[in-house]
């Protein structure tokens, strides 16, 4: 499971990447998500994630 959400946290932050990085169209409006927020977070969360598989494995990561 946790492997999963890693995949999805990934995707999500090279999505949000790749939106965030386009160059804006006033003809089609304005962008209402906050593409590098999202993406911060997703990588975030990515971290997170990783750091809990690691303890899964067995590596104390804390004191």
């Given at each position: 499971?946790t492997l999963g959400l890693?995949?999805?946290?990934?995707?999500?932050?090279?999505?949000?990447?790749?939106?965030?990085?386009?160059?804006?169209?006033?003809?089609?409006?304005?962008r209402m998500a906050p593409?590098?927020?999202?993406?911060?977070?997703?990588?975030?969360?990515?971290?997170?994630?990783?750091?809990?598989?690691?303890?899964?494995?067995?590596?104390?990561?804390?004191r």
């Amino acid at each position: 499971m946790t492997l999963g959400l890693i995949a999805a946290a990934v995707a999500i932050a090279l999505l949000a990447g790749w939106r965030g990085a386009q160059p804006p169209n006033p003809l089609k409006g304005v962008r209402m998500a906050p593409h590098r927020l999202i993406m911060v977070t997703a990588a975030a969360a990515a971290l997170i994630l990783l750091v809990h598989l690691v303890n899964l494995l067995g590596v104390t990561t804390g004191r």
